[in-house]
């Protein structure tokens, strides 16, 4: 997707095919239909923007992609004997390129669409659940807190407003296991400090199950 952001003349970026070409790709996975639900979006048309989210609720594979990304520039950072301890910075800078803006227009379309279709917030609800529960990454389990949010909060009956205070419980207690890494693990705000272990079991398990990995390991 960034690649073709920043060089759309290639032919693979030409129209709508790159979101194709992705789609067959990796058919199983819901990311490469999020980033046609946006495209489709962005030109307003809504309706194959909806089947495009329906279309990835129904696939099997919940990846951003952004740990396999890691994994290549951590792997081929080490080839090339760039220095050891600054490697897990210079992997993540690279990495986070392009990453964060498919999700940011997810989370203001689903609101925004839900407001007036009851098959929109639904599909919306259903999609921000997934990401919450089987993202790999932590910014994709906070978007799918964020969608289930503000989507709920938009005139609540009053099972939605159990829902909502739900969600916002659950995110309560994400954002607590996160913000006490910090405190009890001294290198955790400096990605170069951060030991190969850590990397290896986000990469395998997810980044929440190794932060609360490597919490425990310090208890």
């Known amino acids: 997707m960034f690649y073709c952001q920043t060089a759309g003349a290639s032919d693979f970026c030409a129209g709508a095919s790159y979101i194709e070409q992705l789609k067959n790709a990796d ?36 990846n951003d992609y952004y740990l396999d990304k890691l ?3 951590r ?14 910075t210079a992997a993540e800078s690279v990495t986070t390129i392009g990453f964060f803006t498919m999700y940011y227009r997810v989370l203001a379309i689903c609101p925004e669409q839900s407001l007036t279709s009851t098959d929109w917030k639904s599909a919306c609800l259903g999609l921000g ?23 709920l909060k938009n005139n609540p009956t009053e099972q939605e407003a159990l829902e909502l205070n739900a969600v916002l419980e659950r995110r309560a207690a994400y954002v607590l296991v996160r913000d006490t890494l910090p405190l ?10 951060r030991p190969g272990s850590y990397y290896d ?16 390991s310090y208890e």
């Open 75 to 88: 792997h081929k950072l080490k080839e090339i004997g760039y220095p050891a301890e600054p490697i897990n």
């Open 27 to 62: 058919p199983d996975n819901i990311d490469p239909y999020l980033y046609a639900l946006v495209q489709l979006a962005d030109i307003n048309n809504y309706q194959g923007a909806y089947s495009a989210l329906i279309e990835g609720l129904e696939t099997d594979i919940t």
């Open 184 to 193: 009890k693990v001294d290198w955790w705000m400096n990605p170069a400090a």
């Open 129 to 151: 659940k997934r990401l919450e529960e089987s993202g790999k990454t932590a910014l994709t389990n906070m978007i799918g807190f964020g969608l289930q949010r503000d989507v």
């Open 201 to 216: 079991a986000a990469i395998e398990l997810g980044e929440m199950p190794a932060m609360k990995q490597l919490l425990e």
């Open 71 to 73: 994994k290549l520039s």
